[in-house]
């Protein structure tokens, strides 16, 4: 059933929209949230575009007056961070609380995001544009404390997903927990967790090898391993729609990515 938001909501930036949603569904640490809650999110990442957190994703026309280092939004008047300048991944970094974190990380074709885990967490996906193959797992048995290896079943096999399509969904033990993303044309994927990574609170990121096993098709095992030392993630400014955060859920203190 269609829901009809009343005009005062509708009137806000989506991105405001998204961030009001989260702060409702995600601060009671308390409480998980419920699958209805998750649909109604992810109804709203559907409807964000690239322009709506302030990057033009290079296939509308752009404006002659337009510089060379970014474009116009034709809805705002707001600069755009361009696609076409991302020559390595980049995140850029909207908000970050206790509770959830929102970014995007944009990628230049050919570009790899290995294997890594989300543990304890729930993470809401759209791919803003572009097409992204990706590659999945979620534990057969969660590896024991501090052993970071063991069997896990394949979620998606190379999956190639191309924009337009619908937010994607992973949760602690199912949906593909563990996944790796290599972008096939240039492209950017909206990002929601909650919780957040946190080293404080047992929650970092973990990178993983893969070894497909040849007698059990669909399963590979996992082991963690060191990021390759020439993988960097650079950081970009937010240049999207204001936002406008709770007094009790200001932005934490955020690390960006090394430029």
Same mark, same amino acid.
């Given at each position: ?49 690239? @322009? ?21 939004? %034709? ?45 304890? *967490? ?19 048995? @969660? ?13 998606? #096999? ?8 619908? #937010? ?14 290599? #972008? ?11 919780? %957040? ?6 929650? %970092? ?28 993630? #650079? ?11 709770? *007094? ?10 090394? @430029?």
């Amino acid at each position: 059933m269609a829901v009809a938001f009343p005009p005062y909501i509708m009137a806000l930036s989506k991105v405001q929209r998204l961030y009001d949603a989260c702060d409702v569904v995600f601060s009671s640490p308390a409480a998980a949230p419920t699958l209805g809650e998750i649909r109604w999110l992810q109804k709203i990442l559907d409807a964000v575009e690239a @322009e709506d957190v302030g990057i033009d994703d290079g296939e509308k026309p752009t404006s002659p007056s337009s510089s060379s280092d970014d474009e116009l939004s %034709p809805k705002s008047g707001r600069a755009l961070l361009p696609a076409r300048a991302f020559t390595r991944i980049t995140y850029v970094h909207i908000h970050q609380c206790d509770h959830f974190s929102i970014g995007v990380f944009c990628f230049p074709a050919g570009a790899t995001l290995p294997l890594h885990d989300h543990p304890e *967490m729930v993470v809401l996906s759209k791919l803003l544009y572009g097409s992204v193959r990706v590659r999945s797992y979620d534990w057969v048995a @969660e590896p024991p404390l501090g052993r970071k290896c063991g069997l896990a079943r394949a979620v998606a #096999a190379d999956e190639v997903r191309r924009a337009p399509c619908e #937010a994607s969904v992973l949760f602690p033990r199912s949906g593909g927990n563990l996944h790796a993303f290599t #972008a096939v044309t240039p492209c950017a994927i909206l990002d929601v967790l909650t919780p %957040p990574y946190s080293e404080e609170q047992g929650r %970092p990121s973990t990178y993983f090898t893969d070894v497909p096993i040849p007698s059990l098709p669909g399963f590979a095992f996992l082991e963690e391993t060191d990021l390759p030392e020439d993988f960097s993630v #650079a950081g970009a400014p937010y240049l999207g729609p204001d936002l406008t955060v709770d *007094m009790d859920d200001d932005d934490d203190d955020y690390d960006d990515y090394d @430029e």
